[in-house]
């Protein structure tokens, strides 16, 4: 099975600062990434998908970028809302797969 | 707009069974891939398998923890989708999420989730 790589597991930030959250995939999985963000007791809610295409309603300062086995989600202006956790998934090929997720803090 | 209910998850004992029921409400369900994906207390994400529409008949896939124990149905005059687990085991505790995912992959929608305990 491709597996995924998330780094860092946490990360903190302080507000307005630019953070990179990176996915590596053990395989070339093309654009087949998406990207979802959890609340503390919330659902998730997707992001992004096709590795850089955001989803309806989502702020513009997420982006996505990466194919192949390198992706990156990016949050450009870092606000207080954005505590959470953050996870990248592949569905190029069964068993679709989860990266470990990635926890901000905002400092 | 979407909306996706979940029921059905409990106290259960090893070895046992349980059937979580989704019913979903405001897009097409017959046209529409369906996922299960799970949630252990304090952990990450886990996809549990997938439904795909009906055009497909409804073929299943699933992970590889899960395969032989768990089924994934439908009832298309319900709107429903259900996971049928069998064999249950302690790693099974969690949050179970029902999702409708975009055709490729993408999970858009997702409902509040039902909680599943498996213990003695």
């Known amino acids: 099975d491709i597996q995924m790589t998330q780094s860092p597991s946490i990360l903190s930030a302080s507000v307005g600062d630019r953070v990179t959250i990176t996915c590596r995939a053990s395989?070339?999985?093309?654009?087949?990434l998406a990207w979802y963000q959890q609340k503390p007791g919330k659902v998730p809610k997707l992001l992004i998908f096709?590795?850089?295409t955001l989803n309806s309603g989502v702020p513009s300062r997420f982006s996505g970028s990466g194919s192949g086995t390198e992706f990156t989600l990016t949050i450009n202006g870092l606000q207080p809302g954005d505590s959470a956790t953050y996870y990248c998934?592949?569905?190029?090929?069964?068993?679709?797969?989860f990266g470990q997720g990635t926890k901000v803090e905002i400092k | 707009e979407v909306q996706l209910v979940e029921s059905g998850g409990g106290l259960v004992q090893p070895g046992g069974s349980l059937r979580l029921s989704c019913i979903g409400s405001?897009?097409?369900?017959?046209?529409?891939?369906m996922d299960w994906v799970r949630q252990a207390p304090g952990r990450g994400l886990e996809w549990v398998g997938r439904?795909?529409?009906?055009?497909?008949?409804?073929?299943?896939e699933y992970a590889a923890s899960v395969k032989g124990r768990f089924t994934i149905s439908r009832d298309e005059s319900k709107g429903a989708l259900y996971l049928q687990m069998n064999s249950l085991r302690t790693d099974d505790t969690a949050m179970y999420y029902c999702?409708?995912?975009?055709?490729?992959?993408?999970?858009?929608?997702w409902g509040q989730g039902t909680l599943v305990t498996v213990s003695s």
């Open positions: 999702i409708k995912d975009d055709g490729m992959g993408a999970m858009d929608s």
């Open positions: 405001g897009f097409a369900f017959t046209e529409n891939y």
């Open positions: 439904s795909r529409k009906k055009a497909q008949r409804y073929t299943t």
């Open positions: 395989q070339s999985i093309s654009t087949r």
């Open positions: 096709e590795s850089s």
């Open positions: 998934q592949r569905y190029n090929t069964y068993p679709w797969m």
